[in-house]
T-cell receptor, first 113, second 116 residues
């Protein structure tokens, strides 16, 4: 069964450093998303991406965040200057046009120290 | 924007009993309501979903009901088993209403514990 894959599974970074989280969505999906989940809290929407551009973003997704689809398979989330409060599990998801289900990756746990 | 409230935050039941988790949403334009199960340290996994043109949907031991007028929906698990223990999240989405695909607004989660 096809699945969304994310790398790395765990990333530790120093405050102020840049991190790139990587995702490979399911191959025939055209909508891509990033969500985050702070430990013990709910899953929060960050951004959706379609047709090579951001289609919607939340207030969490400020100027320190960016997304990119550098090639035909990868979808990345960049955090330019990490803060302690960016520590969370980051989930990538993808979905097909006209289909309801969003498939989630296994997540990247980001720890900012 | 959409706001989803979920109750209870924790729920303990005896094996074999039923469990009910309730959610309310604020945006009457939302039209898609999935439920996700998340085991510790793992990804959220869709267990059942319902669209706004349907009032109830059932899949084996799991059912979801939707009351559009009251803007609430519920997850019902019957004959609970220990492997049902997990965190359950409801979510709401306005499918097709924006260019954003399937942006999900999640509830705060319910920790379900099924005791032997």
């Amino acid at each position: 069964e096809p699945e969304v894959t994310q790398t790395p599974s765990h990333q530790v970074t120093q405050m102020g450093q840049e991190v790139i989280l990587r995702c490979v969505p399911i191959s025939n999906h055209l909508y891509f998303y990033w969500y985050r989940q702070i430990l013990g809290q709910k899953v929060e929407f960050l951004v959706s991406f379609y047709n090579n551009e951001i289609s919607e973003k939340s207030e969490i997704f400020d100027d320190q965040f960016s997304v990119e689809r550098p090639d035909g398979s990868n979808f990345t989330l960049k955090i330019r200057s990490t803060k302690l409060e960016d520590s969370a599990m980051y989930f990538c998801a993808s979905s097909q046009p006209g289909r309801t289900e969003a498939f989630f990756g296994q997540g990247t746990r980001l720890t900012v120290v | 924007g959409e706001n989803v409230e979920q109750h209870p935050s924790t729920l303990s039941v005896q094996e074999g009993d039923s469990a009910v988790i309730k959610c309310t949403y604020s945006d009457s334009a939302s039209n898609y309501f999935p439920w996700y199960k998340q085991e510790l340290g793992k990804r959220p996994q869709l267990i059942i979903d319902i669209r706004s043109n349907v009032g109830e949907k059932k899949d084996q031991r799991i059912a979801v009901t939707l009351n559009k007028t009251a803007k609430h929906f519920s997850l019902h698990i019957t004959e609970t088993q220990p492997e049902d223990s997990a965190v359950y999240f409801c979510a709401a989405s306005g499918l097709g209403l924006t260019g954003g695909g399937n942006k999900l607004t999640f509830g705060t989660g319910t920790q379900l514990k099924v005791e032997l």
